[in-house]
């Protein structure tokens, strides 16, 4: 992302992201001059359908300290005339000046500020707090056994293993390996549920168990035995390692974007600026967003 993306930018970023739906919405997007050829940035782009024609919706905002005037306003306009724009809305965290709020109007320009909000009906809505807790979990499975079970020839046995090896449906046709399914039981909604309800920042060790269908049934998994020649079928998969856990707290601002209440607040989440974004919109309806900056650590969150 450039450079000069800023918090309110994001803010406007993830606003639109939550509003839009069906509609792709983009920050610091490049848009080619059409006279000049060259890339200019814009802001946040908002791209879909309407009635059956594709339509762009740019956004350019104005984190300053003053309040944005006219000249500003003359300023995005040239810009958007040499861009394929379909429809430009103009963000000024401070406001507009009465006379760039007149000029925008005549251009069919949309304005929009962050304004303040109720504090009385916010207060009723929310209660005394207003934070958010995001809980980060990473684990590596740094062992990873199998337990097959018993055969005419051979006892029951748990099988030390390697990310390599190979599964097998009970007709022999191989379905992958055991990384691929380790990655998979990672992912299932009921142990990241579990992780992220349970685990506090005092765990530093996890274990996972999973019993696949048995061995008559569908679905049933088994491991190859060379010598002798048999397929073996797997009574249960059990990984163990370390796992690190982090709750990152975002304390909410609140405020007025139109007709759209919006809570925002930020956090250092895995290592990465976090920005998470709430909104309401006039049906009452409830959305939230989490952005990321940065590189994420080096196992991946749950």
Request: proline content about 4%; some cysteine; glycine content about 6%.
């Given at each position: 992302?450039?450079?000069?993306?800023?918090?309110f930018q994001r803010l406007i970023y993830l606003v639109r992201l939550n509003l839009a739906e069906g509609a792709k919405v983009t920050e610091s997007k490049l848009l080619r001059d059409r006279r000049t050829?060259?890339?200019?940035?814009?802001?946040?782009?908002?791209?879909?359908?309407?009635?059956?024609?594709?339509?762009?919706?740019?956004?350019?905002?104005?984190?300053?300290?003053?309040?944005?005037?006219?000249?500003?306003?003359?300023?995005?306009?040239?810009?958007?005339?040499?861009?394929?724009?379909?429809?430009?809305?103009?963000?000024?965290?401070?406001?507009?000046?009465?006379?760039?709020?007149?000029?925008?109007?005549?251009?069919?320009?949309?304005?929009?500020?962050?304004?303040?909000?109720?504090?009385?009906?916010?207060?009723?809505?929310?209660?005394?707090?207003?934070?958010?807790?995001?809980?980060?979990?990473?684990?590596?499975?740094?062992?990873?056994?199998?337990?097959?079970?018993?055969?005419?020839?051979?006892?029951?046995?748990?099988?030390?293993?390697?990310?390599?090896?190979?599964?097998?449906?009970?007709?022999?046709?191989?379905?992958?390996?055991?990384?691929?399914?380790?990655?998979?039981?990672?992912?299932?909604?009921?142990?990241?549920?579990?992780?992220?309800?349970?685990?506090?920042?005092?765990?530093?060790?996890?274990?996972?168990?999973?019993?696949?269908?048995?061995?008559?049934?569908?679905?049933?998994?088994?491991?190859?035995?060379?010598?002798?020649?048999?397929?073996?079928?797997?009574?249960?998969?059990?990984?163990?390692?370390?796992?690190?856990?982090?709750?990152?707290?975002?304390?909410?601002?609140?405020?007025?974007?139109?007709?759209?209440?919006?809570?925002?607040?930020?956090?250092?989440?895995?290592?990465?600026?976090?920005?998470?974004?709430?909104?309401?919109?006039?049906?009452?309806?409830?959305?939230?967003?989490?952005?990321?900056?940065?590189?994420?650590?080096?196992?991946?969150?749950?």
């Amino acid at each position: 992302m450039p450079k000069r993306s800023n918090d309110f930018q994001r803010l406007i970023y993830l606003v639109r992201l939550n509003l839009a739906e069906g509609a792709k919405v983009t920050e610091s997007k490049l848009l080619r001059d059409r006279r000049t050829k060259t890339l200019r940035e814009v802001d946040v782009v908002i791209e879909g359908s309407v009635g059956g024609q594709q339509v762009r919706v740019c956004v350019e905002c104005r984190d300053h300290k003053r309040v944005a005037d006219v000249q500003w306003v003359e300023q995005m306009k040239a810009k958007h005339e040499r861009l394929d724009t379909n429809a430009l809305l103009l963000a000024s965290r401070s406001g507009f000046t009465r006379e760039a709020l007149a000029v925008a109007r005549s251009y069919g320009i949309d304005t929009f500020t962050l304004e303040e909000p109720d504090e009385s009906a916010l207060k009723e809505r929310l209660g005394p707090a207003s934070a958010l807790w995001l809980r980060t979990v990473r684990v590596t499975p740094s062992t990873v056994s199998v337990s097959v079970g018993q055969d005419d020839e051979l006892p029951p046995e748990v099988v030390a293993t390697f990310p390599d090896n190979l599964l097998y449906q009970s007709d022999g046709s191989e379905i992958g390996s055991l990384r691929q399914l380790v990655e998979i039981l990672l992912k299932a909604e009921v142990p990241r549920e579990h992780l992220t309800t349970n685990a506090t920042e005092e765990h530093r060790f996890f274990e996972l168990e999973w019993t696949p269908p048995a061995k008559e049934m569908a679905g049933a998994l088994f491991m190859k035995k060379l010598e002798p020649a048999m397929l073996r079928v797997i009574h249960k998969v059990r990984m163990t390692g370390p796992c690190s856990v982090e709750i990152g707290r975002f304390d909410f601002q609140h405020g007025r974007i139109g007709n759209v209440e919006v809570s925002w607040g930020k956090s250092l989440v895995d290592g990465r600026d976090a920005m998470a974004v709430s909104t309401r919109d006039q049906s009452g309806k409830q959305t939230l967003s989490i952005n990321f900056k940065g590189p994420a650590g080096a196992a991946s969150a749950v």
